[in-house]
């Protein structure tokens, strides 16, 4: 039972245009979001997060969109440079059950130059 | 750099033996967690320590057990290793085990079981 889904395995984006990675989640518990970022052969780097009272959160180029009616919440990068190449994920957290983080599978954003 | 160190980054084992992945938190972090990732999968949660003591348990084996020491670092113990234990096996740490606290990812231990 996938609680986070992140649909699209891979998505391609010309460079200085916007990125919108996507992540679904089912858990009404959920009220905390995170969005980590994956280069190869490292760990994940956190990247941004929201809490479920807020519906944006903005930090650079870097603007995440919770729509808590949807259970959706989207990362836009704007505008998109050739270093976000690398693989996103998503993560959700509840205090129900002690902040575990559940995460999505990832999305592999390409960017072209 | 996260400030979080993972040895070794590459093991090769067979079938049936027994590994031991460690982890060195952060300066000042008092949680460490270790996490699967199998071939494009996410991160599974495997369990969690909170200085010391162990604080949350996720997906992980029966064949798989973990520790933190006094000096907080962690070790993962992985035995009776089968060829679907070939994974990523990543260490996070954070500065407390409650509330929304990033965690800070070491850069992964790739083991390979043949």
């Known amino acids: 039972d996938q609680q986070v889904k992140q649909n699209s395995p891979s998505l391609r984006v010309q460079e200085g245009r916007i990125s919108i990675l996507n992540c679904d989640y089912t858990?009404?518990?959920?009220?905390?979001f995170l969005w980590y970022k994956k280069y190869p052969a490292e760990g994940p780097t956190f990247l941004i997060s929201i809490s479920s009272i807020k519906d944006k959160n903005e930090d650079g180029r870097f603007t995440v969109f919770l729509n808590k009616s949807a259970k959706h919440l989207s990362l836009h990068i704007v505008p998109s440079q050739p270093g976000d190449s690398a693989v996103y994920f998503c993560?959700?957290?509840?205090?129900?059950?002690?902040?575990?983080?559940?995460w999505g599978a990832g999305t592999k954003l390409i960017i072209k130059p | 750099d996260s400030g979080v160190t993972q040895t070794p980054k590459h093991l090769i084992t067979a079938t049936g033996q027994r590994v031991t992945l460690r982890c060195s938190p952060r300066?000042?972090?008092?949680?460490v967690y270790w996490y699967q990732q199998s071939l494009d999968q996410g991160l599974q949660f495997l369990i969690q320590y909170y200085n010391g003591e162990e604080r949350a348990k996720g997906n992980i084996l029966e064949r798989f057990s973990a520790q933190q020491f006094p000096d907080l670092h962690s070790e993962l113990n992985l035995s009776s290793l089968e060829l679907g234990d070939s994974a990523l096996y990543f260490c996070a740490s954070s500065l407390t085990g409650t509330g929304y606290n990033e965690q800070f990812f070491g850069p992964g231990t790739r083991l390979t079981v043949l």
């Open positions: 993560a959700a957290s509840a205090e129900d059950s002690n902040y575990q983080l559940i």
């Open positions: 858990n009404s518990m959920f009220d905390y």
């Open positions: 300066s000042g972090d008092l949680s």
